[in-house]
């Protein structure tokens, strides 16, 4: 708790810090602005909120996707509050008033956990809020069906927050970080696209989705899947077509293990680069 | 309690093929003023980045409070300034040192009395980055002592700093020693040492070369640098004085070692007294250079140890 304190007092102070993580938490609540969109052309009255995107429990799926795409602004401050503590060269100072280099990691890993938890929090009542006004089903039981996802989201956040911790310790500049968590998503997607081309020649039995979804950022990416398709709407649409499709959307156990084993290695990993290194 | 603060073992660094500090060993008592000597490179840095948990050590061992204490618990009651001051820039003076009693575990009661110590009250609410360096250093012998600390460590408080920061930071230390706090204050320069300090350590190329009082390394009485119209004549009034030491010419001077503390007056009596008629006459105190070189030279072929 003491080392929780002593990262939100660092946070805290920083003018940045506290405008991008209000910023952040204020973005959350925009999903509701979706609700208002409103298009009336000629024939054509379409209303967003009214298409069933806030109906429970489709609703914890929708926002928790859309929500968890914010994630890449969080991650900026993550790196930054890193990238400062090398560039200020206070990481060790910090070390010489007497935190040990676990402290200091754990303060951060603290910091990250209070944010995924306050955000996870923050999209349950929104979510809640807006399904209230706009869901076609208001009864107990359905409304607190699919709640996984939201166990999803705090995962699928906790895991790439780590990420980022890692990256920015491994780096120790912010900005080349955040370059490299770019460039690592283009490695997954090359490395999936060699995979599938050479794979089924060398070893026809395990496709190349199957090593795929092991990879971090994939990985993290499937613990949601897209709602769209899943959109009554939509579905219908398809149906005429005469292009059917079952589709899978449900939260996989499977997943959230693989997430949370990647968390727990980036973790390890940063501990054993602080340990390693000379400051 | 015990008074023995901090133990060295053989602590050895090395950088690749580089051995920065080798295999040094030491004593830190509780109420004494170390000074850690050594030209700039000769280690000193690096020992106390070893003892205080940023640099990994090579081989060899130290202990905090005699193993009582792990190292990290340690450091929250000792007080440590290394090379440059590093504070979050954009968080003010108060700030910053809040911060360090909640990191140190201590109370944030005297951080006024610090921060009027060093002379940085009145600007408590400015924000680190806009401190000059002189007042960014002071700051941090201010965070260095909010924890009341069993030990102070200082690294190069006067480095980079213009005569009167310096001069301010040698006053500052003075006072502190004088309070009783005990001190281990790393410097190449020889004055500073010897102005604040009761016992030295001498480091170069990581080896420990001499340690004990510091009266015991300036024993000198310096020499006489020296000229005169008959050269030859010069040199043997000089081979026969009795208390004159080496001598050795450099550039158009001699310089002569004194054996004895001999004063100018009466040294000059004794020239004119021969008829030597003098161009040059004047006498100085060995530079810190000069005092490595004359103490590595000497003791090239004995062992390190002592």
Known sequence: MQLLKIELYKLWHSRISKVLIFGYFLLIFSIAILSTIKIEFGPINFYLAEQGIFNFPYIWHFNTFMIALLKVFFAIIIVAMIGNEYSNKTLKQNLIDGLSKAEFLRSKVYAILAFVLTSTLLVFIISLILGGIYSDYDELPIIFTDLEYLVAYTVKLFGFFTFCLFLSILIKRSAFALGFLALWQVIEGISFGLMKWTLSDLIPQISAEQIFKFFPLNAMGNLIKEPFSRLSAIQNIADQIGDGFVKDYSVSFLNIIIVLIWSALFIYGSYSLLKRRDL | ?306
Request: glycine letters at 6%.
């Open chain 2, 1 to 306: 309690m015990s008074n023995t603060l901090l133990q060295l073992y053989d602590l050895s660094k090395k950088y690749g093929n580089l051995t920065a500090v080798n295999k040094l060993s030491l004593t830190i008592e509780k109420g004494k003023v170390y000074g850690l000597l050594g030209p700039n490179g000769s280690g000193k840095s690096t020992t106390l980045g070893m003892v205080l948990n940023v640099v990994n050590s090579t081989s060899g061992s130290f202990q905090w409070y005699e193993g009582k204490l792990t190292t990290h618990q340690a450091l929250k009651k000792i007080g440590a300034i290394i090379e440059r001051p590093n504070f979050y820039p954009y968080m003010s003076a108060l700030q910053n040192l809040i911060l360090i009693c909640k990191i140190k575990q201590c109370s944030s009661d005297c951080i006024e009395e610090q921060l009027k110590l060093v002379n940085l009250w009145d600007r408590r609410n400015s924000n680190f980055s806009t401190f000059s360096l002189g007042m960014k250093q002071r700051l941090a012998i201010a965070a260095a002592l909010v924890n009341k600390p069993d030990l102070l460590i200082l690294d190069e408080p006067t480095n980079g700093l213009d005569p009167e920061g310096i001069h301010q930071i040698r006053k500052l230390i003075i006072t502190i020693a004088e309070q009783g706090t005990t001190i281990l204050l790393a410097s190449h320069l020889l004055d500073e040492v010897e102005k604040v300090c009761s016992d030295v350590i001498v480091l170069k190329n990581g080896v420990k070369f001499y340690e004990g009082a510091v009266n015991g390394l300036t024993q000198t009485h310096g020499y006489f640098e020296i000229a005169a119209e008959n050269e030859e004549q010069l040199l043997n009034f000089l081979k026969m004085h009795s208390d004159l030491g080496k001598i050795k010419k450099e550039n158009q001077y001699y310089h002569v070692s004194l054996e004895k503390n001999i004063s100018t007056t009466e040294f000059s009596k004794e020239l004119q007294k021969a008829g030597i008629l003098l161009t040059h006459f004047s006498k100085k105190q060995p530079s810190l250079e000069s005092q490595f070189l004359s103490l590595t030279q000497t003791k090239k072929h004995a062992t390190p140890e002592n």
